[in-house]
C-alpha cells in the first residue's frame, strides 16, 4: 500500500475495526429511500449498486424492487460481497459480485437503474468508471450518482480552518476529493442525457457522524500528514462537544441524474 494509490487499496484491505464501523455508517434507514427518490426505483426494477460495500442498501432497494425486480451489488472488496451473500442469502432478488480489474462480471444492457453512491470520489477514472455504468444500462436506462465534496463539510466546535487543515491531511483517501460539483460535468462528458443535480445536506447533532471522523482521523495521520497529537485533540474536543450539546457535522451530498441515451 502506497500513498500514491492508498485511495483504492484502503478499500481492498480493510481493518477490523474500519469494518466495524462501516456496519453502523452503512446501516439502511429510512432517508435513503428519500436519498434515492431521483433513481425512479420501481417494482421490477434492475439495478446495479456500484461499490455496495456491506451490502444493506442493496437489501433496502431489493424489498423495494420485490421479487419481480434484481438488485446487483458489486464491489472491489471481497470481504464485503461474501458478507453481504450472507445477509441475503433469504433474498433471492439481490445478489453480490465482486469487481475485477474494475470490470463488473454482467453482461451488457442487464440493469434499467444504476446506482454509485459515495464512490467516485475513490475510483482511479471516473470516466472509465461511467462507462462501465453505461456499457450494464439498457438505452434509456438512469443512473444515480450521489458524492461529497469534502471542501464543504462543517465540523463544530473546530471551526472552518482547523477542519478544512484537517480534511486536507485526510484527502489521502481520495482520488478526487471535490468530486461532488464536477459531478454533472463527468456525467455529461460520459454521454449521459438529461443531466439533473440536486443537493441534500443533512445535519448531525448527536454523534452519529463521529465514525466519519474516526475513519478520516486513520486517514490523516497514515502518511504523517498531520501530527496524531492535533487529530486526538480534535477527537476529543468533537466527542466532547457531543456530550455537552455544542457538536455539529454538515455535509452536503450531490445527487446526479443521468439517463443512457438510445
Not at 69 to 94: E, I, W
Not at 132 to 152: T, Y
Not at 242 to 257: D, K, R, S, W
Amino acid at each position: 500500500m502506497t500513498r500514491a494509490t492508498f485511495y483504492t487499496d484502503h478499500w481492498q484491505h480493510i481493518e477490523e475495526e474500519r469494518v466495524s464501523r462501516y456496519e453502523q455508517m452503512f446501516v439502511w434507514r429510512d432517508s435513503h429511500a428519500t436519498l434515492l427518490e431521483p433513481l425512479d426505483l420501481r417494482i421490477g426494477s434492475r439495478v446495479l449498486d456500484f461499490g455496495c460495500g456491506p451490502g444493506f442498501v442493496s437489501l433496502g432497494m431489493a424489498n423495494i424492487v420485490r421479487s419481480t425486480g434484481h438488485v446487483y451489488g458489486v464491489d472491489l472488496n471481497k470481504q464485503f460481497v461474501l458478507a453481504a451473500s450472507k445477509r441475503a442469502v433469504k433474498t433471492p432478488q439481490v445478489s453480490f459480485h465482486a469487481i475485477q480489474d474494475g470490470s463488473v462480471p454482467l453482461a451488457n444492457n442487464s440493469v434499467d437503474r444504476a446506482l454509485c453512491k459515495n464512490v467516485l470520489e475513490y475510483v482511479p477514472s471516473v470516466s472509465s468508471t461511467l462507462a462501465e455504468i453505461r456499457r450494464l444500462l439498457v438505452p434509456g436506462g438512469r443512473v444515480l450518482a450521489i458524492d461529497s465534496d469534502w471542501r464543504f463539510v462543517v465540523v463544530e466546535p473546530w471551526g472552518a480552518e482547523r477542519t478544512a487543515r484537517f480534511f486536507d491531511a485526510a484527502s489521502v483517501a481520495f482520488k478526487t476529493s471535490e468530486i461532488g460539483r464536477v459531478l454533472r460535468s463527468e456525467l455529461l462528458n460520459a454521454g449521459f442525457d438529461d443531466v439533473e443535480v440536486q443537493i441534500q445536506a443533512g445535519v448531525d447533532t448527536t454523534g452519529g457522524s463521529l465514525s466519519v471522523l474516526r475513519n478520516m482521523a486513520s486517514y490523516a495521520t497514515k502518511y504523517d500528514s498531520m501530527d496524531p497529537r492535533e487529530v486526538d485533540k480534535l477527537l476529543t474536543e468533537a466527542e466532547s462537544a457531543v456530550e455537552n450539546g455544542a457538536y455539529l457535522f454538515a455535509l452536503p451530498q450531490f445527487l446526479v441524474t443521468g439517463i443512457n441515451p438510445d
